[in-house]
């Protein structure tokens, strides 16, 4: 069985960066690729970011540019970079996982095993 765990959200400011980390431990030689996705109050869970096992990221068309997605294999976590935090980047972040190892696309239905979820909060 696979778990995630996010940390590292908070309340920022806008301008400021924050650092997502997602723990991932039980059988993760069955999770292939993970990735990140949001969900503000009143609209849908949207995908990020997401990478495979060997480092290849996808990205959001709306993430490219302040989002860095990465991961370290030897401690089996994941890591998201947020740079020039706005007030839309306000939303629960969560962490998920798939077998997929490509051509998966970032959204939930691809993504069975998910993470609580962490808070970034950011203002004016």
């Known amino acids: 069985q696979v778990q995630l765990v996010e940390s590292g959200g908070g309340s920022v400011q806008a301008g400021g960066s924050l650092r997502l980390s997602c723990v991932v431990s039980g059988d993760t030689y069955s999770t292939n690729s993970i990735g990140w996705f949001r969900q503000a109050p009143g609209k849908e869970r949207e995908g990020v970011a997401a990478i495979n096992r060997g480092g290849k990221p996808t990205y959001a068309a709306s993430a490219k540019g302040r989002f860095t997605i990465s991961r370290d294999n030897s401690i089996d976590e994941l890591y998201l970079e947020i740079d020039k935090l706005e007030p839309e980047d306000t939303a629960m972040y969560y962490c998920?996982?798939?077998?997929?190892?490509?051509?998966?696309?970032?959204?939930?239905?691809?993504?069975?095993?998910w993470g609580q979820g962490t808070q970034v909060t950011v203002s004016s």
């Open positions: 998920a996982a798939t077998r997929l190892g490509r051509y998966y696309q970032l959204s939930p239905t691809d993504f069975p095993i």
